[in-house]
């Protein structure tokens, strides 16, 4: 785990995981960031790597219980999104830019508008879309 102070600098808000690449699995590749650190990036994700960050820096936790804790999430979120997210969601956009890297599509898009199942419409001044092969996020998750 990285010891910052919340706050302080911008930081990388990477836990890291003892091989120095901050992906969580302890392989020293790419290929991990790219299935896992997803996750780690998303709302949820940041604010769990910021109070586990706080807890080792204030000696509340060791690192190693935090990198624990850190495999689970990336185990728990595949497993809840794979299982329990049933519902779909169309949108449209104008799009500014879009990049494959290592099995990855990013996708930058300006004046969206996302319409969920059920018809409500949220519009939004720009969105950007990571999106990884589901394939490599399951072999990736049965490796942990």
């Not at 003892?18 to 699995?25: F, L, P, R, S, T």
């Not at 994700?45 to 936790?61: K, S």
């Not at 850190?70 to 049933?86: G, N």
């Not at 300006?110 to 018809?119: C, Q, R």
Request: hydrophobic residues 35%.
């Amino acid at each position: 785990m990285t010891n910052r102070r919340r706050g302080r600098g911008r930081g990388s808000g990477k836990a890291r995981d003892g091989d120095g690449d901050g992906d969580g699995d302890g392989d020293g590749g790419r290929e991990g960031e790219t299935t896992l650190e997803l996750y780690r990036k998303s709302s949820i994700g940041r604010g769990l790597v910021e109070a586990l960050d706080e807890m080792v820096f204030n000696g509340t936790i060791s690192p190693l219980l935090a990198a624990k804790v850190l495999k689970q999430f990336d185990k728990s979120i595949i497993e809840a999104l794979r299982t329990k997210v049933h519902s779909k969601i169309r949108f449209k956009g104008h799009l500014d830019s879009y990049r494959y890297c290592d099995s990855v599509w990013t996708f930058d898009l300006k004046n969206a508008s996302f319409k969920t199942d059920n018809g409500d419409v949220q519009a939004v001044d720009r969105v950007k879309i990571v999106a990884c092969d589901a394939a490599c996020a399951a072999i990736k998750s049965r490796q942990l």
